[in-house]
């Protein structure tokens, strides 16, 4: 036990895994090229050259102009290009003026293009409730995330949006507050539909015989693989019909024209398709589809625009939904209050803990005495609380000591900074590449990071509980812990998952 107390400063790290952003998979045949293009645009993505990254995913876009997922890349890197709390940005360079409205805009053309060829698609729902959220649109914003809730139900950055939604609604009642642009109906159409709108405009090309069979299929193909039709058995004997029978395409013209419900005619389609009178697997006509696309992304422009002009003649306020936004400004400002870092290399400030003997239990009790350092006001996640978590954690451990006793560990939360032995601190700033935090053996200051780059390129807040793991982690090695090489121990010296509160990517 004595020989643990050290009192040499040594700087412990915590590493983190750079995020693998999302791969998606093309509709088209040659994953290759795609693959090889994806991978060419996440390394500009990632260090927040948005500008690069979007050319590529334009490349892309042109050899598979129906890949959602490179839609919604285009539309995050556009979303971020609005940000000044980027990697691109920070903290130098003569960056041409931004538009923020602009690039909101642009993002969410991009998102929509998304929903219109995955309507299931979280990331899209959530870019596009987060837009809304940007122009001010709060109940607008509400409905994105509501729907995405009800695909995903566990998912947490809808969940972090729509509380974030939900404080805003408490802090300036919102109903006064919110003056919204009027909505288009088409758009509330968009919101109840799960059938992609192309599906549909196959099945009306097609019955009038604009599109082959086979392009028709892929539409089918796309409700199956997304299960929005499900196949019970697909029947394996050979097709009976070498032509789909008439009366489908008649179901096609009733449907694409609204004349039967998507219910009707998708069991009609499922029942082709377990019967073996139509097969799925082709690609889809894109070229018709991607005009259609554009088509449809202008009218859902002409309401943006008016988003726009009502901001401007309304002179409309409009408080953003990701707080991350606003908490790095605020650590920007009076950076030396919640950055300790001056005190790093001075123990000799801080006086030693208290380790006395017990004399009912004859164990070792060692008493720190911690304070906790301020933290910028109106703070979206609170921290503080979850330190009692960490506390505890540690609070519950029986040591061993050479002298053949055990010892447990007390945690007191001091106000007065000289009777401390720990200074816990929340920050923002560069501890390093990839570090998330750092403590001092024995004592001194403890600082943990509440957010950082690693998710987009944006500064985007950590999860509650990736910041109680990196506290309990980095209070571990104020006990005097080193670190451990068994991954599932809190001593190791790496963290698994980062969650981050507000990131799309996450
Ligand atoms: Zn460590």
């Known amino acids: 036990m004595r020989s643990m107390i050290e009192n040499s400063i040594k700087l412990f790290m915590i590493f983190f895994l750079t995020t693998v952003l999302l791969a998606g998979s093309a509709l088209a045949q040659d994953t290759d090229d795609r693959t090889k293009l994806f991978a060419e645009a996440q390394e500009p993505f990632l260090k927040g050259e948005y500008e690069k990254a979007i050319k590529i995913f334009d490349e892309i876009l042109e050899i598979y102009p129906t890949d959602s997922k490179i839609f919604e890349m285009k539309g995050l890197a556009l979303s971020n290009l609005r940000l000044e709390s980027t990697l691109a940005m920070q903290p130098q360079q003569n960056v041409s003026p931004r538009d923020p409205s602009n690039f909101n805009k642009l993002s969410m ?15 899209a729902l959530n870019g596009m409730g987060l837009g809304f959220g940007n122009f001010g649109e709060y109940s607008e914003a509400e409905q994105y ?3 995405a809730l009800k695909i995903d139900p566990d998912n947490e950055i809808t969940q972090n949006y729509l509380y974030s939604l939900e404080k805003l609604r408490e802090k300036y009642s919102l109903n006064i507050f919110e003056n919204p642009t009027n909505k288009p109906d088409f758009l509330q159409k968009i919101e109840e539909r799960t059938i992609p709108y192309w599906v549909k405009n196959n099945a009306g090309w097609w019955a009038e015989d604009k599109i082959s069979d086979d392009d028709f299929i892929a539409g089918i193909e796309y409700l199956i693989k997304n299960k929005i039709i499900s196949i019970s058995s697909q029947n394996n004997k050979e097709n009976s019909f070498d032509v789909i029978p008439s009366w489908v395409k ?10 039967i419900s998507d219910d009707d005619f998708l069991s009609g389609i499922k029942y082709l398709i377990e019967n073996s009178v139509i097969k799925v697997n082709v690609p889809t006509n894109s070229e018709l589809v991607q005009k259609e696309l554009e088509r449809k992304a202008w009218n859902f422009e002409q309401y943006l625009k008016d988003i726009q002009n009502d901001i401007k ?4 306020y409009v408080e953003n939904i990701n707080p991350s936004e606003y908490v790095i400004v605020k650590y920007w400002k009076d950076y030396h209050k919640w950055n300790l870092e001056q005190y790093l290399n001075k123990p000799e400030i801080f006086p030693d803990r208290n380790v006395w003997i017990d004399p009912e239990t004859d164990r070792y009790v060692i008493e720190y005495k911690v304070y ?4 910028p006001h109106g703070m979206p996640i609170d921290h503080v609380s979850t330190l009692e978590n960490s506390f ?3 609070e519950k451990y029986e040591f061993n000591t050479t002298d053949g006793k055990k010892a447990g560990v007390n945690f007191d939360i001091t106000g007065t ?14 501890l390093g590449e990839d ?17 950082s780059y690693g998710c987009d390129g944006s500064f985007q807040l950590f999860g509650v509980d990736t910041v109680e793991q990196i506290m309990t982690h980095e209070l571990g090695h104020s006990i005097s812990l080193g670190h451990s090489t068994n991954p599932e121990s809190m001593m190791y010296p790496s963290i698994s998952n980062t969650d981050y509160a507000y990131c799309l990517l996450n």
């Open 109 to 123: 053309l991009e998102f929509y293009k998304a929903l219109e060829i995955n309507p299931n698609s979280v990331l």
């Open 145 to 147: 995330f509501k729907k």
């Open 250 to 259: 008649n179901n096609a013209e009733w449907w694409s024209a609204g004349q």
């Open 313 to 316: 003649n309304q002179n409309r």
């Open 372 to 375: 906790i350092n301020d933290q």
């Open 392 to 394: 505890n954690f540690w």
């Open 417 to 430: 900074k000289g009777d401390a032995n720990v200074w816990v601190t929340w920050v923002v700033r560069n």
């Open 435 to 451: 570090v998330l935090g750092h403590a001092t053996i024995g004592k001194g200051v403890v600082e943990v990071v509440i957010g």
